[in-house]
């Protein structure tokens, strides 16, 4: 039977750690070139998506790095290669440049064979993102639309995309379920990107943010002098939204009152303005998002079961960001190029403590809280790369209301507590392990458990 292990290439001219290396991947199939002509040559054969490369090969006595002539041809040869180097002797300066020269990430010497491991992991795992995202993009147009803006390289992510995509250009209602910064909003315009109204308007408004008194005249707009107040004619955003998509965030929010005025458009899809008296026809698409439970609010007789029916044709459940294996590591990348771009060029990287925070950290504010955090982190950060302090993930704030029981509570002080121990350890696994007083596969395990590798 073939070998259907992904393909990791290593150049590496250290016979004894050549060794370690090939006892410690048994996940890949492994390629290992001692010297340049070696790893061009099995770049060439075998087009493994993943290479790590020592920047100090051949060993160079004039410090002139050969490493960089390698990376260059090697990424001439196949673009799309994750290459991870290695930074010897100290120099991380020179791993940085690489990084800026196309290097996906880079490693420090002596080799932690864990740490490193977890590089080669998520090294791979955006390949696979990248190729399925050049895919989807190739195959359908349309699918790009969403997929496109959506970083994400999660299963659960990815089926939601798929969804919006599939929903996208039929004619049913949508509503998006998912607490505060997952993304609905993002999803719902890229629902109406790929949807056949996308020449039209997309407009959003989020119910919970305005107050119940105002609330009618922004949906449904105002005639001249229907109110103190109202000095000309305005209309409101299902208006505005004409031929197009409106997302109405925190629908629960919509008092009884006005859910039938809702109803009503959805039905008969007319609308009348606050003091007018005609009729008037509108045609635009609503896509609704909420993070409560709707349900228990019919029964309560907070929400009409009848309006829900019209608004949930097709409900999308988007997972909470810490459900989200390596997605942190990944936005937090997208983030630091953007904002370094503008705020603050010489950051160029995340160092290894940094993935660890962000990997066990548990989000409670999602890909927002992600986005504030990066964009504080790359305006505070001193040198290349963002480190765990830079990121400032404080543990009491988020112990505060949240825990709800016994269960979540240990989860948030396990994770706390390998957190700082990998943190200290500066990423080693068996020492972070002798620090918190248990073995290493049972680290591993915990790792695994609380999904805190990348
Ligand atoms: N998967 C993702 N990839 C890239 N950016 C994302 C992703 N998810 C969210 N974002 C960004 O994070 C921020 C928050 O997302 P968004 O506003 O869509 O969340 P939301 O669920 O609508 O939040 P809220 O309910 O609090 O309004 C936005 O800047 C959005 O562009």
Redesign the pocket.
Known sequence: MSDTRPKLLIVEDDPGLQRQLRWAYEDYQLFIAGDRDEAIEMLRAEAPDVVTLDLGLPPDPDGTSEGFATLAEMLRIKPDIKVIVASGHGARESALDAIAGGAYDFYQKPVDIDELGLIVRRAFHVHALERENVRLAETAPEDGRVLG????GAPEMLKVARTIERVASANVSVLLL?A???????LAQGLHDASPRRDGAFVAI?CAAIPETLLESELFGHEKGAFTGAIKMTPGKIEQAQGGTLFL?EVGDIPLALQVKLLRFLQERVIERIGGRQPISVDTRIVC?T?QDLDAMIVAGNFREDLYYRLAEISVRIPMLKDRPGDPAL?AR?FLTRFARDMNPQVKGLAPDALVALDSWTWPGN??EL?NRMKRAVIMADGKLITAADLDLDDERADGGDVVNLKAAREMADRRAIRRAIARTDGNISGAAKILGISRPTLYDLLKQYQMQG
């Open positions: 803006r959506l970083i994400t998912g505060s910064g997952t993304g609905k909003e993002l989020n965030d998002a993070h936005l997208h890909v927002r986005e």
